[in-house]
C-alpha cells in the first residue's frame, strides 16, 4: 500500500499545533462522514473516513505523533514485535547492551548516553515512563511527569435573527439550538471496539437540540453578540461558550431606518382629519404620540431617544409612521358620512 502522508490527509502543516489538528479532524470528520453523502459516494467516504480517523489518531496523540515525525511510514515498527519461531534470540547482559550502544562504561566516556538518551531521543517521554524508579509516567531520572492541564471547550459562533420589534421592545425568545453531547453508542470514546463509531463518526460527540430561553438585553443593537454561557463545544476542564450575534430582520410593523427604529401607527381617517393623541409602547414603558390636525398617510413623526440603543451611547429615535385604517365594525350612519365624503359632499 502506498505510504498517507498523515499531516497532507488533515490537510495541516508539519508544525501544526494540536488545537489546528483537533479543528481540522473535526471539520473533515463532518465533510467525509458517510452518513452525510449520497449513495453512491458512500464507499469512497467509508475509505476517505478511515484515512483522516488513522490521521488523527496519531497526530492527536503527542507521542505517536513523536514516532511518526521521526520514522515516518515505519513508525508502526516495534509496537507489537514478536520473535520468530523457533527463538534465535538470547538475552544480553548490561555491560554487552551498554558496549552496543556507547552506554556509561562501555569505554564511551561520560558523555555517552547510553540506552536511555538513544532511545529518548529516538521516541521522546514515551520511551521514560518507565524511569529509574519503575513507576509509571517517571522519567529517566524518576521524576513524575505532570499531567496534562485540564482544558476548557472551545468557543462557538452562531447567528441569530431577531426581530426588530422584538429587539425594541425586549422580553424572552426561546430558541432551539444544537447541543453536542456524548454519544450514547460509544460513551464517548469515539470507537466501538476497533472501529470508528458509525454513530458520532469517531468524535465522540453527536448533536442534539435544545432549547435556550433567551433575555434580549436593553441595549441590543443589530450585529451585538450575546455570549451564552456553557453552551459551546465540551472539554476536560468544562464547555466553552456560544457567542450568538444578533442580526435585526423587520417585522410586519417595524424596520430599521439606519440606527432609527421605524414603527406603524394606525388611526382613523377622521382622527387624522381632527388630530388626536396615541400611546405608543416604548422601550422605557409608554409615551404619548401627538397627531396633528389634517395629517396625511404616510407622515413620519420622531421621538426622539425612543428607539435602539447606538453601538457608541445613547439611543436612537423612533419614527413613527401614519397609517389610515377604517374601523373593523362601523354604524350605517359612519358609512352613510363616508360615502358623501367620497363623492365630495
Given amino acids: 500500500m502506498k505510504f498517507q502522508d498523515y499531516y497532507q490527509i488533515m490537510g495541516v502543516e508539519r508544525t501544526a499545533s494540536a488545537d489546528a489538528i483537533k479543528k481540522a479532524y473535526r471539520k473533515l470528520a463532518m465533510e467525509w462522514h458517510p452518513d452525510r453523502q449520497p449513495p453512491h459516494r458512500r464507499k469512497e467516504a467509508e475509505e476517505k473516513f478511515k484515512r483522516i480517523a488513522e490521521a488523527n489518531e496519531?497526530?492527536?496523540?503527542?507521542?505517536?505523533?513523536?514516532r511518526?515525525?521521526?520514522?515516518g511510514e515505519?513508525?508502526?515498527?516495534?509496537?507489537?514485535?514478536?520473535?520468530p519461531p523457533g527463538g534465535g534470540f538470547r538475552t544480553v547482559t548490561p555491560e554487552e547492551f551498554a558496549r552496543m550502544f556507547g552506554g556509561a562504561g562501555s569505554g564511551g566516556g561520560p558523555s555517552g548516553g547510553g540506552f536511555s538518551d538513544f532511545f529518548a531521543n529516538l521516541f521522546g517521554d514515551f520511551f521514560q515512563q518507565g524511569g529509574n524508579d519503575g513507576a509509571p509516567g517517571a522519567g529517566p531520572r524518576g521524576g513524575r511527569r505532570a499531567a496534562p492541564a485540564a482544558t476548557a471547550g472551545e468557543d462557538v459562533e452562531a447567528e441569530?435573527?431577531?426581530?426588530?420589534?422584538?429587539a425594541w421592545?425586549?422580553?424572552?425568545?426561546?430558541?432551539?439550538l444544537e447541543a453536542s453531547v456524548a454519544c450514547e453508542r460509544c460513551g464517548g470514546e469515539g470507537r466501538v471496539g476497533?472501529?470508528?463509531?458509525?454513530?458520532?463518526?469517531?468524535?465522540?460527540?453527536?448533536?442534539?437540540?435544545?432549547?435556550?430561553?433567551?433575555?434580549?438585553?436593553?441595549d441590543v443593537y443589530d450585529g451585538q453578540v450575546v455570549r451564552l454561557r456553557g453552551l459551546g463545544e465540551p472539554g476536560s476542564g468544562g464547555n466553552g461558550d456560544l457567542l450568538?450575534?444578533?442580526?435585526?430582520?423587520?417585522?410586519?410593523?417595524?424596520?430599521?431606518?439606519?440606527?432609527?427604529?421605524?414603527?406603524?401607527v394606525?388611526?382613523?381617517?377622521?382622527?387624522?382629519?381632527?388630530?388626536?393623541?396615541?400611546?405608543?409602547k416604548v422601550p422605557s414603558g409608554t409615551a404619548t404620540a401627538r397627531i396633528p390636525p389634517g395629517t396625511k398617510a404616510g407622515t413620519k413623526l420622531r421621538l426622539r431617544g425612543q428607539g435602539l440603543a447606538r453601538r457608541d451611547g445613547g439611543r436612537s429615535d423612533l419614527l413613527l409612521v401614519v397609517r389610515l385604517a377604517l374601523p373593523e365594525s362601523l354604524t350605517e350612519k359612519q358609512r352613510e358620512l363616508l360615502r358623501q365624503a367620497g363623492r365630495g359632499g
Avoid: M
Wanted: proline letters at 7%.
Fill in 58 to 66: 496519531v497526530l492527536s496523540d503527542p507521542e505517536k505523533r513523536k
Fill in 266 to 280: 394606525v388611526v382613523t381617517p377622521w382622527a387624522a382629519l381632527d388630530g388626536t393623541k396615541v400611546e405608543i
Fill in 160 to 166: 441569530l435573527e431577531l426581530a426588530v420589534g422584538e
Fill in 244 to 264: 450568538l450575534e444578533l442580526r435585526l430582520v423587520p417585522d410586519d410593523a417595524h424596520r430599521l431606518r439606519g440606527d432609527d427604529v421605524e414603527a406603524d
Fill in 74 to 83: 515505519h513508525w508502526r515498527q516495534g509496537q507489537d514485535f514478536q520473535p
Fill in 68 to 71: 511518526y515525525d521521526a520514522l
Fill in 194 to 218: 476497533r472501529q470508528v463509531c458509525p454513530n458520532c463518526g469517531g468524535l465522540g460527540r453527536v448533536r442534539r437540540p435544545r432549547q435556550v430561553d433567551l433575555q434580549i438585553p436593553k
Fill in 169 to 176: 421592545l425586549g422580553g424572552k425568545r426561546s430558541l432551539q
